[in-house]
């Protein structure tokens, strides 16, 4: 009887604790609204995805991607033996419905870089200078973590760490776009503020 009750005691446990995990996620499904027609231009070092309306992005990502896959091999000292996929959107809405990942994507997000696969996803939002600052930003990620995947098998030590947020994040910045004014206010800021380090 003891052991029927406890038994039971688990079950109920279990069971209210994954409907508590189910309400999270309730009315949060990704829905695709479009069925896309993809197409891949493959470049030196990229297969381009896009679907045929869409022709031109593809081009115009494909001369960004290869311009800066020059100035990143330069800078990093490294290059990447398998072509990276890029995948482009026209538009935000359309964007938001990718399925190269699960997650739900927040309207501020300007493109990500999945890195298992090492895809590299983007939208168009009007802006030729944001596409491609965005877009070099992303492959900067790429290099970043095909290099420090190159470094760690060399010296046989994979442990699985990821480099620190504000280190992958502050490279990407600072080599995806040209030191300004708006750097110079942030930084002025973070000195004025004792945050720097």
Known sequence: MKRLV???????????????QAQI???KNKVQYTKFDWQILTTDHFQIYFYPEERWLAEVAAHSAEESYQDLRVKFRHHIFSKVPI???????????????????PEAVA??????????????TGSYADFTRVLKHELVHV???????????THHRIDGV????????????HWSRKWGSEAD???RQMVLENRLI
Do not use: H, M
């Open 6 to 20: 406890t038994l039971l005691a688990a079950f109920w446990i279990l069971a209210s604790v994954s409907a508590s």
């Open 25 to 27: 996620y309730f009315g």
């Open 87 to 105: 995948i482009v959107y026209s538009a935000a809405n359309y964007f938001s419905q990718t399925n190269v990942t699960t997650s739900l994507l």
């Open 111 to 124: 493109g990500f870089t999945e890195f298992y696969k090492g895809r590299v996803v983007l939208p168009f």
């Open 143 to 153: 290099f970043t973590f095909s290099k420090l995947d190159y470094a760690l098998r």
């Open 162 to 173: 990821p480099p620190p947020l504000w280190f992958t994040e502050g490279l990407a910045e």
């Open 185 to 187: 206010l942030i930084l």
